[in-house]
Protein backbone atom coordinates (compact mmCIF):
# COMPACT_ATOMS: atom_id res chain seq x y z
CA UNK A 1 0.00 0.00 0.00
CA UNK A 2 1.25 3.47 -1.15
CA UNK A 3 2.21 5.94 1.82
CA UNK A 4 -0.42 8.06 -0.08
CA UNK A 5 -3.20 5.20 0.18
CA UNK A 6 -2.86 5.15 3.36
CA UNK A 7 -3.05 8.79 4.48
CA UNK A 8 -6.59 8.77 2.73
CA UNK A 9 -7.72 5.70 4.30
CA UNK A 10 -7.06 7.04 7.65
CA UNK A 11 -8.23 10.62 7.09
CA UNK A 12 -11.81 8.79 6.04
CA UNK A 13 -11.48 6.75 9.19
CA UNK A 14 -11.32 9.73 10.95
CA UNK A 15 -14.58 11.44 9.11
CA UNK A 16 -16.68 8.10 10.10
CA UNK A 17 -16.91 6.97 6.62
CA UNK A 18 -18.53 3.87 6.27
CA UNK A 19 -16.43 0.73 5.01
CA UNK A 20 -17.84 0.63 1.80
CA UNK A 21 -17.49 4.23 1.04
CA UNK A 22 -14.19 3.97 1.93
CA UNK A 23 -13.53 0.77 -0.61
CA UNK A 24 -15.13 2.68 -3.12
CA UNK A 25 -13.56 6.15 -2.78
CA UNK A 26 -10.07 3.68 -2.82
CA UNK A 27 -10.72 2.12 -6.00
CA UNK A 28 -12.03 5.01 -8.00
CA UNK A 29 -8.63 6.56 -7.26
CA UNK A 30 -6.54 4.03 -7.93
CA UNK A 31 -8.46 3.60 -11.55
CA UNK A 32 -7.59 7.57 -12.19
CA UNK A 33 -3.71 6.73 -11.39
CA UNK A 34 -3.58 3.97 -13.36
CA UNK A 35 -5.18 5.39 -16.37
CA UNK A 36 -2.18 7.75 -16.07
CA UNK A 37 0.44 5.57 -14.61
CA UNK A 38 1.33 8.01 -12.52
CA UNK A 39 0.67 9.34 -8.59
CA UNK A 40 -2.40 11.49 -8.56
CA UNK A 41 -0.02 13.79 -6.37
CA UNK A 42 1.64 14.36 -9.53
CA UNK A 43 -1.64 14.74 -11.34
CA UNK A 44 -3.73 18.27 -11.46
CA UNK A 45 -7.02 19.70 -13.36
CA UNK A 46 -6.20 19.07 -17.18
CA UNK A 47 -5.67 15.32 -16.17
CA UNK A 48 -9.26 15.29 -13.84
CA UNK A 49 -10.76 17.20 -16.25
CA UNK A 50 -9.69 14.17 -19.33
CA UNK A 51 -10.09 11.15 -17.16
CA UNK A 52 -13.57 12.44 -16.78
CA UNK A 53 -14.49 12.92 -20.39
CA UNK A 54 -13.18 9.46 -21.13
CA UNK A 55 -15.48 8.10 -18.62
CA UNK A 56 -18.09 9.70 -20.73
CA UNK A 57 -17.33 9.55 -23.90
CA UNK A 58 -15.27 6.16 -24.08
CA UNK A 59 -16.42 3.74 -21.40
CA UNK A 60 -20.03 4.93 -20.86
CA UNK A 61 -19.94 4.48 -17.40
CA UNK A 62 -23.26 4.98 -15.72
CA UNK A 63 -23.38 8.63 -13.57
CA UNK A 64 -23.61 6.86 -10.55
CA UNK A 65 -20.02 5.83 -11.16
CA UNK A 66 -19.24 9.11 -12.71
CA UNK A 67 -20.30 10.84 -9.20
CA UNK A 68 -18.36 8.24 -7.70
CA UNK A 69 -15.54 9.36 -9.00
CA UNK A 70 -16.01 12.82 -9.18
CA UNK A 71 -16.44 12.35 -4.80
CA UNK A 72 -13.34 10.45 -4.18
CA UNK A 73 -11.21 12.42 -6.43
CA UNK A 74 -12.88 15.56 -4.41
CA UNK A 75 -12.04 14.19 -1.22
CA UNK A 76 -8.13 12.95 -2.35
CA UNK A 77 -7.42 16.76 -3.11
CA UNK A 78 -9.11 18.41 -0.73
CA UNK A 79 -8.66 16.79 2.29
CA UNK A 80 -5.68 14.63 2.28
CA UNK A 81 -3.40 16.27 -0.21
CA UNK A 82 -5.03 19.75 0.55
CA UNK A 83 -5.38 21.29 -3.01
CA UNK A 84 -8.87 22.05 -2.80
CA UNK A 85 -9.12 24.50 -6.04
CA UNK A 86 -8.97 21.65 -8.32
CA UNK A 87 -12.78 20.49 -8.58
CA UNK A 88 -14.21 23.47 -7.75
CA UNK A 89 -16.04 23.87 -11.09
CA UNK A 90 -16.74 20.25 -11.49
CA UNK A 91 -20.25 19.72 -10.55
CA UNK A 92 -21.60 15.81 -10.03
CA UNK A 93 -24.56 16.16 -12.56
CA UNK A 94 -27.79 14.42 -11.34
CA UNK A 95 -29.40 11.62 -12.14
CA UNK A 96 -31.97 10.51 -14.15
CA UNK A 97 -34.91 9.75 -12.20
CA UNK A 98 -36.10 6.39 -13.28
CA UNK A 99 -38.64 3.90 -11.08
CA UNK A 100 -37.43 1.07 -9.37
CA UNK A 101 -38.18 -2.08 -10.71
CA UNK A 102 -40.87 -4.10 -8.18
CA UNK A 103 -42.12 -7.52 -8.52
CA UNK A 104 -46.15 -8.85 -8.37
CA UNK A 105 -46.39 -11.04 -4.55
CA UNK A 106 -47.39 -13.92 -7.75
CA UNK A 107 -43.75 -12.96 -8.88
CA UNK A 108 -42.09 -13.34 -5.43
CA UNK A 109 -44.04 -16.59 -5.00
CA UNK A 110 -42.45 -17.83 -8.04
CA UNK A 111 -38.92 -16.16 -7.75
CA UNK A 112 -38.85 -17.84 -4.23
CA UNK A 113 -39.58 -21.06 -5.38
CA UNK A 114 -37.27 -20.90 -7.80
CA UNK A 115 -34.20 -20.49 -5.71
CA UNK A 116 -31.59 -23.58 -4.94
CA UNK A 117 -31.04 -24.77 -1.89
CA UNK A 118 -32.34 -23.29 2.10
CA UNK A 119 -29.58 -20.88 2.88
CA UNK A 120 -30.01 -18.94 0.13
CA UNK A 121 -33.81 -18.79 -0.07
CA UNK A 122 -33.33 -18.10 3.88
CA UNK A 123 -31.33 -15.25 2.62
CA UNK A 124 -33.43 -13.63 -0.09
CA UNK A 125 -36.44 -14.22 1.69
CA UNK A 126 -35.42 -12.57 4.78
CA UNK A 127 -34.37 -8.85 2.53
CA UNK A 128 -37.59 -9.00 1.19
CA UNK A 129 -39.38 -9.68 4.46
CA UNK A 130 -37.65 -7.46 6.17
CA UNK A 131 -36.76 -4.95 3.33
CA UNK A 132 -33.08 -5.07 3.68
CA UNK A 133 -29.85 -3.65 1.39
CA UNK A 134 -27.74 -6.80 0.22
CA UNK A 135 -24.88 -5.20 2.63
CA UNK A 136 -27.07 -5.25 5.61
CA UNK A 137 -28.72 -9.15 5.45
CA UNK A 138 -25.21 -10.58 4.41
CA UNK A 139 -24.06 -8.89 7.78
CA UNK A 140 -26.29 -10.10 10.11
CA UNK A 141 -25.91 -11.51 12.95
CA UNK A 142 -27.14 -14.86 14.82
CA UNK A 143 -28.10 -12.68 17.69
CA UNK A 144 -29.80 -9.87 15.65
CA UNK A 145 -33.07 -12.62 15.21
CA UNK A 146 -35.11 -11.59 18.39
CA UNK A 147 -37.82 -14.30 18.00
CA UNK A 148 -38.82 -12.89 21.76
CA UNK A 149 -39.89 -9.02 20.74
CA UNK A 150 -40.24 -10.25 17.32
CA UNK A 151 -38.08 -7.90 15.55
CA UNK A 152 -34.52 -8.10 13.57
CA UNK A 153 -31.74 -5.58 14.71
CA UNK A 154 -30.08 -4.33 11.71
CA UNK A 155 -26.68 -3.05 12.54
CA UNK A 156 -24.74 0.38 11.12
CA UNK A 157 -27.06 0.16 8.01
CA UNK A 158 -26.42 3.25 5.24
CA UNK A 159 -25.54 6.15 6.89
CA UNK A 160 -24.05 4.35 10.18
CA UNK A 161 -27.42 3.73 11.71
CA UNK A 162 -28.80 1.13 13.52
CA UNK A 163 -32.68 0.43 13.02
CA UNK A 164 -35.24 -2.55 13.98
CA UNK A 165 -37.32 -4.29 11.10
CA UNK A 166 -40.24 -6.79 11.93
CA UNK A 167 -39.78 -10.55 11.96
CA UNK A 168 -42.47 -12.07 10.23
CA UNK A 169 -43.46 -14.88 11.53
CA UNK A 170 -43.55 -17.07 8.39
CA UNK A 171 -39.60 -16.09 7.87
CA UNK A 172 -39.22 -17.04 11.59
CA UNK A 173 -40.16 -20.08 10.28
CA UNK A 174 -38.03 -20.63 7.64
CA UNK A 175 -35.09 -19.17 9.46
CA UNK A 176 -35.54 -21.78 12.34
CA UNK A 177 -35.33 -24.59 9.58
CA UNK A 178 -32.47 -22.94 8.52
CA UNK A 179 -30.56 -22.93 11.02
CA UNK A 180 -31.34 -26.41 12.35
CA UNK A 181 -29.25 -28.29 9.21
CA UNK A 182 -26.62 -25.28 8.83
CA UNK A 183 -26.06 -24.31 12.46
CA UNK A 184 -24.51 -20.87 11.97
CA UNK A 185 -22.67 -19.41 15.30
CA UNK A 186 -21.90 -15.97 14.46
CA UNK A 187 -22.84 -14.82 10.57
CA UNK A 188 -26.38 -16.03 10.13
CA UNK A 189 -25.14 -16.51 6.38
CA UNK A 190 -21.75 -17.40 7.09
CA UNK A 191 -19.55 -18.22 3.99
CA UNK A 192 -16.96 -20.28 2.10
CA UNK A 193 -14.02 -18.64 4.06
CA UNK A 194 -14.35 -18.92 8.28
CA UNK A 195 -15.36 -16.10 9.63
CA UNK A 196 -16.74 -14.21 7.23
CA UNK A 197 -20.01 -13.69 5.95
CA UNK A 198 -21.66 -14.72 2.50
CA UNK A 199 -20.15 -12.11 -0.01
CA UNK A 200 -22.67 -9.58 -1.94
CA UNK A 201 -21.13 -11.48 -5.42
CA UNK A 202 -22.35 -14.38 -4.39
CA UNK A 203 -25.74 -13.79 -3.12
CA UNK A 204 -26.62 -11.55 -6.63
CA UNK A 205 -25.16 -14.05 -8.37
CA UNK A 206 -28.23 -16.81 -6.95
CA UNK A 207 -30.44 -13.80 -7.43
CA UNK A 208 -30.32 -13.49 -10.78
CA UNK A 209 -30.05 -17.18 -11.20
CA UNK A 210 -33.60 -17.49 -9.30
CA UNK A 211 -34.89 -15.07 -11.66
CA UNK A 212 -34.13 -16.88 -14.24
CA UNK A 213 -35.33 -19.93 -13.61
CA UNK A 214 -38.59 -18.65 -11.94
CA UNK A 215 -38.98 -16.83 -16.06
CA UNK A 216 -39.05 -13.43 -15.02
CA UNK A 217 -38.79 -11.05 -17.95
CA UNK A 218 -37.29 -8.07 -15.49
CA UNK A 219 -34.11 -7.14 -14.13
CA UNK A 220 -34.41 -8.62 -10.44
CA UNK A 221 -31.69 -7.86 -7.73
CA UNK A 222 -31.58 -7.81 -4.26
CA UNK A 223 -32.62 -4.55 -3.88
CA UNK A 224 -35.62 -5.26 -6.41
CA UNK A 225 -37.40 -7.74 -3.57
CA UNK A 226 -36.59 -4.09 -1.34
CA UNK A 227 -38.42 -2.35 -3.41
CA UNK A 228 -41.12 -4.80 -3.94
CA UNK A 229 -41.20 -4.90 -0.07
CA UNK A 230 -42.00 -0.73 0.43
CA UNK A 231 -44.14 -1.16 -2.62
CA UNK A 232 -46.43 -3.85 -1.04
CA UNK A 233 -46.37 -3.03 2.32
CA UNK A 234 -47.96 0.75 0.59
CA UNK A 235 -50.60 -1.30 -1.11
CA UNK A 236 -51.54 -2.94 1.69
CA UNK A 237 -52.26 0.08 3.06
CA UNK A 238 -48.80 1.01 5.56
CA UNK A 239 -48.64 4.27 6.35
CA UNK A 240 -45.30 6.26 4.31
CA UNK A 241 -43.77 7.51 7.68
CA UNK A 242 -43.70 3.80 8.68
CA UNK A 243 -42.27 2.44 5.60
CA UNK A 244 -39.58 4.98 5.86
CA UNK A 245 -38.27 4.13 9.45
CA UNK A 246 -38.57 0.31 8.41
CA UNK A 247 -36.43 1.11 4.98
CA UNK A 248 -34.12 3.35 6.84
CA UNK A 249 -34.46 6.53 4.61
CA UNK A 250 -33.29 9.59 5.69
CA UNK A 251 -35.62 12.09 4.43
CA UNK A 252 -39.65 10.95 3.07
CA UNK A 253 -39.23 12.01 -0.50
CA UNK A 254 -36.72 8.82 -0.64
CA UNK A 255 -39.45 6.74 0.48
CA UNK A 256 -42.41 8.87 -1.63
CA UNK A 257 -40.73 7.26 -4.94
CA UNK A 258 -43.38 4.50 -4.10
CA UNK A 259 -46.23 6.21 -4.41
CA UNK A 260 -45.27 6.47 -8.20
CA UNK A 261 -45.06 2.74 -8.52
CA UNK A 262 -47.90 1.56 -6.42
CA UNK A 263 -50.51 -0.37 -8.92
CA UNK A 264 -53.15 -0.23 -6.07
CA UNK A 265 -53.12 3.38 -5.23
CA UNK A 266 -53.68 4.07 -9.32
CA UNK A 267 -56.49 1.91 -9.29
CA UNK A 268 -58.07 3.72 -6.42
CA UNK A 269 -57.52 7.13 -7.73
CA UNK A 270 -60.05 8.34 -9.96
CA UNK A 271 -59.23 10.79 -12.69
CA UNK A 272 -60.78 14.26 -12.76
CA UNK A 273 -62.52 13.26 -16.43
CA UNK A 274 -64.73 10.40 -14.36
CA UNK A 275 -65.75 12.98 -11.73
CA UNK A 276 -67.53 15.79 -15.01
CA UNK A 277 -71.26 16.06 -15.06
CA UNK A 278 -71.52 15.72 -19.24
CA UNK A 279 -73.36 18.01 -21.01
CA UNK A 280 -77.39 17.32 -21.01
CA UNK A 281 -77.10 16.43 -24.52
CA UNK A 282 -74.57 13.09 -23.73
CA UNK A 283 -77.18 12.21 -20.40
CA UNK A 284 -80.16 11.60 -22.31
CA UNK A 285 -80.79 8.65 -24.51
CA UNK A 286 -80.32 7.75 -27.50
Not at 82 to 95: E, F, N, T, V, W
Not at 207 to 227: D, E, N, P, S, W
Request: glycine share 4%; charged share 25%.
Amino acid sequence: MTPLRRRMIEDMKLRNLAPRTIQVYVERVAAFAKHFSKSPELLGQPEIRSYLVHLVQERHVSWSYYNQTVAALRFLYNVTLGRDDLLKRIACPKQPKKLPVVLSPEEVVRFFQAVPGLKHRALLMTAYAAGLRISEVVALLVDDIDSRRMVIRVRQGKGRKDRYVMLSPRLLEVLRAYWKSARPSYWLFPGQIEGRPLTVGTVHRACVQAARAAGLGKHVTVHTLRHSFATHLLEAGTDIRTIQLLLGHRELRTTAVYTHVSAAALEATQSPLDRLVPPKEERSEP
